[in-house]
């Protein structure tokens, strides 16, 4: 699935991930392949992806988390995304 962050001043990520972990206003919730379309609101916390790799362009955005799978995490304070049709697009600040 692709998944796309934007924040008002450049692309931070677009790439292939296995799935996506996010900060909800109800608690995390985790998107993974075949998810049904989705639209939420997004508070304080950390967008983590689950990829293999993350290209070197957006390297610099990110913090490998320390845990067995490649985890990846980008800290936002507010945003929103859409997912439909295994595409994603996270708008954040």
């Not at 008002?8 to 919730?29: H, R």
């Not at 689950?50 to 936002?76: C, G, L, P, Q």
């Amino acid at each position: 699935m692709n998944i796309k962050i934007l924040t008002p001043e450049k692309v931070i990520f677009d790439g292939d991930v296995t799935s996506v972990l996010l900060p909800g206003k109800n608690g995390e919730f985790h998107i993974m392949k075949n998810h049904a379309a989705i639209v939420s609101s997004l508070i304080n916390g950390k967008v983590k992806l689950y990829t293999n790799a993350i290209d070197n362009d957006y390297a610099k955005h990110f913090t490998k988390e320390n845990e067995k799978d490649s985890v990846f995490s980008y800290r936002i304070k507010s945003g929103v995304i859409e997912f439909n049709n295994e595409k994603g697009i996270i708008l954040a600040e």
